[in-house]
């Protein structure tokens, strides 16, 4: 037992000592992982509906800890949020991703778009669209070729300064998308002031295809919904040929899932001399 601070006395089970312990470790190792190398990206190609062909990436933020071997990144970006670490990291993906995007340019493939998450905690210290500027600028990368993907969480807090970082970075020619769609109750005025281009429709709809007729009749509103607004659908975690085919039917733009690929590391990417491609 040890005193909590408050005069309380709080009891530790020895699991929870053991996964304090795992949690201390991890975060200790993550201020380290970035300058030890162990931060790496995946590709995961986006493709066309229509054409099969590939129109863009998402880059995908991976954790090869020597010990403890690749951790997800659903257990460690939250530690780097609560760390703060997560501002140093995410520069290091947007730097990473344009420099890979244009590197496959000059090697003279078709320029496509690379998406690039954010945290809301990048909104949060104030120098976002520096950030976002001086990594165009030190890549060369054209500002059409990135796209930054907040989550719809993200998009929907009614924070002015959320909102006014998002119309710079629009101004700059970046391309905004709302991840994760469908999973808050988006206010439909928001998402008509706000500066954005896409739409990508969440796994967990994408999964109901041919087994819940409820979540079909929710993409088939969110497609055309966004289709009213003028903006592009593109579905993520698709992974067989009736989802396919059914948001085929749907005219949804574009679909990102492992029916087509999983995400991939640069070396499986150019190692089909670019096979992939165009
Ligand atoms: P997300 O942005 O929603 O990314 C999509 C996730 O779905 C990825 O998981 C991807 O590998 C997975 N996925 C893609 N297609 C399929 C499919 O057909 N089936 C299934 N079951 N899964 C599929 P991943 O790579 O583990 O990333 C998890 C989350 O971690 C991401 O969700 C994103 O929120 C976060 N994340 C990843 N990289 C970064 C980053 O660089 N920065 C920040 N802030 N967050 C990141
Ligand atoms: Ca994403
Ligand atoms: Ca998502
Ligand atoms: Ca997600």
Same mark, same amino acid.
């Given at each position: 037992?040890?005193?909590?601070?408050?005069?309380q006395? =709080?009891?530790? *089970?020895? %699991?929870?000592?053991? $996964?304090?312990?795992?949690?201390?470790?991890?975060? @200790?190792? /993550?201020?380290?992982a970035?300058?030890?190398?162990?931060?790496f990206?995946?590709?995961?190609?986006?493709?066309?509906?229509?054409?099969?062909?590939?129109?863009?990436?998402?880059?995908?933020?991976?954790?090869?800890?020597?010990?403890?071997?690749?951790?997800a990144?659903?257990?460690?970006?939250?530690?780097?949020?609560?760390t703060?670490?997560?501002?140093?990291?995410?520069e290091?993906?947007?730097?990473?991703?344009?420099?890979?995007?244009?590197?496959?340019?000059?090697?003279?493939?078709?320029p496509?778009?690379?998406? =690039?998450?954010? *945290?809301? %905690?990048q909104?949060r $210290?104030?120098?976002?669209?520096a950030?976002?500027? @001086?990594? /165009?600028?030190?890549?060369?990368?054209?500002?059409?070729y990135?796209e930054?993907e907040?989550?719809?969480?993200?998009?929907?807090?009614?924070s002015?300064?959320?909102?006014?970082?998002?119309?710079?970075?629009?101004?700059?020619?970046?391309?905004?998308?709302?991840?994760?769609f469908?999973?808050?109750?988006?206010?439909?005025?928001?998402?008509?002031?706000?500066?954005?281009?896409?739409?990508?429709?969440d796994?967990?709809?994408?999964?109901?295809?041919?087994?819940?007729?409820?979540?079909?009749?929710i993409?088939?509103?969110?497609?055309?919904?966004?289709?009213?607004?003028g903006?592009?659908?593109?579905?993520?975690?698709?992974e067989?040929?009736?989802?396919?085919?059914f948001?085929?039917?749907?005219d949804?733009?574009?679909?990102?899932?492992?029916?087509?690929y999983?995400?991939?590391?640069k070396?499986?990417?150019?190692?089909?001399?670019?096979?992939?491609?165009?």
């Amino acid at each position: 037992a040890k005193n909590n601070g408050k005069g309380q006395l =709080v009891f530790c *089970s020895e %699991e929870m000592k053991q $996964s304090l312990v795992e949690k201390m470790y991890m975060t @200790n190792s /993550l201020y380290r992982a970035l300058e030890k190398n162990e931060l790496f990206l995946h590709y995961q190609p986006q493709v066309s509906a229509n054409s099969q062909e590939i129109v863009g990436f998402e880059a995908l933020l991976r954790w090869n800890h020597q010990k403890l071997g690749t951790i997800a990144p659903s257990e460690f970006i939250p530690i780097a949020e609560k760390t703060g670490l997560i501002n140093s990291i995410g520069e290091w993906v947007l730097m990473t991703a344009c420099a890979q995007n244009k590197a496959w340019q000059d090697a003279g493939l078709e320029p496509v778009q690379m998406a =690039v998450n954010l *945290s809301v %905690e990048q909104f949060r $210290s104030d120098d976002l669209e520096a950030i976002v500027r @001086n990594c /165009l600028a030190e890549t060369g990368l054209e500002p059409r070729y990135l796209e930054l993907e907040i989550t719809e969480s993200i998009a929907m807090k009614e924070s002015g300064d959320i909102a006014n970082c998002l119309h710079k970075l629009k101004d700059m020619g970046v391309s905004i998308s709302i991840d994760d769609f469908g999973t808050e109750f988006s206010s439909l005025s928001r998402l008509k002031d706000l500066p954005v281009d896409r739409i990508k429709i969440d796994m967990q709809f994408i999964q109901g295809i041919a087994v819940n007729p409820k979540d079909e009749s929710i993409i088939e509103v969110m497609i055309h919904l966004a289709k009213k607004l003028g903006l592009k659908v593109i579905a993520e975690g698709v992974e067989t040929e009736i989802q396919l085919g059914f948001l085929q039917d749907e005219d949804c733009d574009e679909i990102q899932g492992y029916y087509y690929y999983k995400p991939l590391s640069k070396d499986e990417i150019e190692k089909n001399g670019f096979a992939l491609f165009k």
